[in-house]
């Protein structure tokens, strides 16, 4: 699925194999490490990602899918914890055949090419819970 180097401690370079998702990949990554803080960065390829856009008027999710070859320009994340596990936060901008990008919260990237991450971890947990007043899941500082 993935092969990694840890750089130096508790900072990892990735390689995602081939057509793998993503969002699986960091999700089996983080079980693997037992990460419950952390940043991620990264860059790639994929022809198949389905993006998410909170509506704020309606609090009501709009998920879209694109099956097209594009250029992941950029992925940026957040690794806390949840319920006692790994809880990813990944954006992603993405740039199409003809150069213009689109973009957002990231629910599902297959690779097509590559994707190189960096994650850079840290020892003590990120707490997330739900928030009954933005109805989201917010970090607990
Ligand atoms: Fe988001």
Do not use: W
């Not at 990949?25 to 983080?30: E, P, V």
């Not at 990602?49 to 940026?76: C, G, H, W």
């Amino acid at each position: 699925m993935y092969s990694y180097k840890e750089l130096s401690q508790g900072y990892y370079v990735l390689s995602l194999d081939n057509h793998v998702e993503i969002m699986e990949a960091l999700a089996a990554f983080c079980g693997e490490k037992h990460i419950l803080a952390g940043e991620i960065s990264g860059l790639g390829a994929t022809n198949d990602a389905t993006f998410r856009y909170l509506n704020p008027s309606t609090m009501k999710y709009v998920d879209k899918t694109f099956a097209e070859q594009m250029e992941i320009t950029n992925l940026i994340g957040n690794i806390s914890e949840k319920d006692g596990k790994p809880y990813l936060h990944v954006h992603v901008t993405a740039s199409r055949s003809d150069y213009s990008c689109i973009g957002g919260h990231l629910l599902s990237a297959r690779i097509n090419g590559a994707c190189e991450l960096f994650v850079k971890t840290f020892p003590e947990p990120i707490h997330r819970r739900h928030d009954p007043t933005t109805g989201l899941n917010m970090y607990q500082l």
